[in-house]
């Protein structure tokens, strides 16, 4: 097949037609699955490119073409070609056309979850994109940055960028850039700040400003955010209707990307509304069309659906292989060390930009100088003094405020993977997996259930500053129930009380009590009769105070390297001393020698 093809493209180089548009016209044609042709086209393409072109037709070739590639959904070759294009120009000494490059290089890795090269290409694409004065590129990059942080929940960041970006497109006066930037308000406002009257408002005004530009694909996806407001707002009537129509727009469109968002989200609101058929239907095409792209991001959220929607028809089997899909992405995307090179990267930026403010400062200053001659000397040394010990005192402040913000953060990410342990979750499937084999459903669709709710409420708390205490007594509930059954009973346990009095109005922080109960479980069992855990929960003068009863052989509380007390209670010692500082409260955690067992008792705020 290569030989074939290798001599069809030498004869129709003798017939003068151009090599490469031969070869992209070939590309285009070939299947995703045809793996090797592909291959070869495009060492081919690299070749072909590089001797039939030169500066600006070998730069607009190799773009081209890693479109081609990116419509393909291949970012691998992606990012071969925009990196070729960026090395053209940099030959051609066009760093404008080479920046951009960069920033899309920086495009194709978010789009599949890589968030910290894509930060880094992107700081990067701006810091030329400043050097040039291409200010619609910068504002493009600043959008771009802010989708970043969104994805991360860094939330002011996210603001401060989509901010930057927003008032260069006002300055620019492009609609088409204004439009845009309208709607990315939106969605910050719909996902960040839960404001959905700022939220709606945004996404008119760029529907607006689309439809007077004739811009059919993104008036579309304006039509689709509506919906979505819609739908999380209740007005499911609308919001359906709304679904099918940009559904049908984006598949006439062969837009995959939009479509496979517009089948999740009206896959969602049939799963609300009670027609499960449906969403199952809809939530799997989703599934399937985006399993066949590299957007890691947005088939994390379909899989969880589609899992809740095969649970809820009763498909027990479908609907542990989607759990077990999502679990696997959100291990893949949402992992620790991420999140600290992102902050690392955020650090290194701020600094990068204030050197950058510096320099621009003494060169004017400079000019000044040379203007005033003496006096101006003194003045120019007075200001430099100052500024930079101005400046060393915010980058103190700052890195203060930062590495606090980033343990937090350590911390809880931490405590999270302690919560939901891999060996934990593998173990709860496989019992629930053994009620499916052994047709004891009615077992399994419970099991299935409380491991569903255990699994969003723990990521649910991983992200929040404090949780009511009657979804910290939930989480401990189904905890310890889905502990019994991995266990197979070998333990009892009691919440008193089961139902404490407003609970649902108390709040404390979040993650704090599991990890003891945890240890209760692994190293507070009798090996000789049944395990006991009791847990009481009292109010006092502000505090909420849990104390964590088990009747094993009891701790040394005077051997500080006791395998009672497990990696995670370390992390909650560091988690107090935070929680101290920023509620300015007492948290406190004490063991108890008993005699028989141990008693743990944690000593909580409550935060309003």
């Not at 060169?363 to 100088?369: L, P, R």
């Not at 708390?461 to 949780?467: L, P």
Request: charged share 25%.
């Amino acid at each position: 097949m290569r030989l074939g093809f290798l001599l069809v493209f030498l004869f129709t180089s003798l017939l003068s037609f151009s090599q490469t548009e031969l070869l992209i016209d070939k590309l285009k044609n070939t299947s995703n699955d045809s793996i090797s042709q592909i291959s070869f086209i495009k060492e081919l393409l690299v070749k072909s490119i590089e001797i039939e072109f030169d500066d600006s037709a070998e730069f607009e070739n190799f773009n081209s073409t890693g479109l081609i590639f990116y419509a393909k959904n291949l970012p691998e070759y992606t990012e071969e070609f925009f990196y070729l294009a960026q090395q053209s120009a940099e030959e051609m000494g066009d760093f404008d056309r080479a920046a951009q490059m960069i920033m899309n290089i920086g495009v194709v890795r978010e789009m599949s979850g890589d968030y910290v090269a894509a930060l880094k290409n992107y700081q990067e694409s701006l810091k030329a994109f400043n050097k040039t004065g291409n200010k619609k590129s910068q504002s493009l990059v600043y959008n771009n940055i802010a989708i970043v942080h969104q994805e991360l929940d860094n939330d002011d960041l996210a603001y401060d960028n989509l901010k930057k970006s927003f008032d260069l497109k006002i300055e620019i006066g492009d609609s088409t850039l204004i439009a845009s930037g309208y709607n990315n308000f939106g969605v910050f406002y719909e996902e960040q700040r839960n404001n959905p009257d700022s939220a709606l408002f945004c996404y008119f005004k760029a529907k607006q400003i689309y439809i007077k530009l004739g811009d059919k694909r993104n008036e579309a996806i304006c039509e689709n955010n509506i919906a979505n407001l819609l739908f999380q707002t209740g007005d499911l009537e609308n919001a359906r209707r709304s679904f099918k129509q940009t559904i049908e727009k984006f598949r006439n469109a062969e837009d995959n990307l939009w479509l496979s968002r517009a089948l999740m989200y009206l896959g969602q609101l049939e799963l609300q509304d009670g027609n499960i058929s449906v969403a199952v239907d809809l939530l799997a095409e989703s599934v399937e069309i985006l399993s066949d792209t590299d957007y890691s991001r947005y088939l994390l959220e379909a899989s969880g659906s589609l899992a809740q929607a095969y649970l809820e028809s009763q498909d027990y089997k479908n609907s542990a292989l989607m759990f077990q899909l999502y679990v696997n992405l959100k291990d893949s995307i949402l992992t620790l060390d991420k999140h600290s090179e992102i902050r690392k990267l955020e650090i290194k930026y701020q600094s990068v930009q204030k050197d950058l403010e510096i320099a621009e400062l003494n060169e004017d200053n400079y000019k000044q100088q040379k203007r005033s001659e003496r006096i101006l000397y003194f003045v120019l040394f007075i200001t430099v003094f100052l500024s930079l010990i101005i400046v060393i005192v915010w980058m103190k402040s700052r890195h203060r405020k930062l590495v606090l913000q980033n343990n937090n953060m350590q911390i809880k990410q931490q405590l999270l993977q302690n919560q939901m342990n891999p060996h934990f979750l593998f173990n709860v499937l496989t019992s629930i997996q053994n009620f499916v084999k052994n047709n004891e459903n009615e077992n399994a669709s419970g099991y299935l259930s409380d491991f569903s709710r255990l699994t969003r409420i723990v990521l649910q708390s991983s992200a929040m500053e404090s949780i009511s205490l009657e979804t910290e007594i939930e989480l401990l509930t189904k905890y310890l129930k889905l502990e019994q059954l991995r266990l197979n009973n070998s333990f009892d346990y009691v919440i008193e009380p089961a139902n404490f009095p407003e609970a649902n109005e108390i709040s404390i922080p979040p993650m704090m009590v599991q990890p003891f109960v945890e240890n209760a479980v692994k190293h507070g069992m009798p090996l000789d009769h049944k395990g006991q855990i009791k847990i009481t929960i009292s109010e006092k003068s502000g505090y909420i105070i849990f104390e964590v009863e088990d009747n094993g052989s009891g701790l040394n509380i005077e051997k500080s390297d006791s395998s009672h007390v497990s990696m995670s209670t370390g992390i909650i010692r560091e988690r107090t001393e935070i929680l101290k500082q920023k509620f300015k409260k007492d948290v406190s955690v004490n063991y108890e020698k008993c005699d028989i067992g141990t008693k743990v008792v944690i000593k909580l705020p409550e935060i309003f």
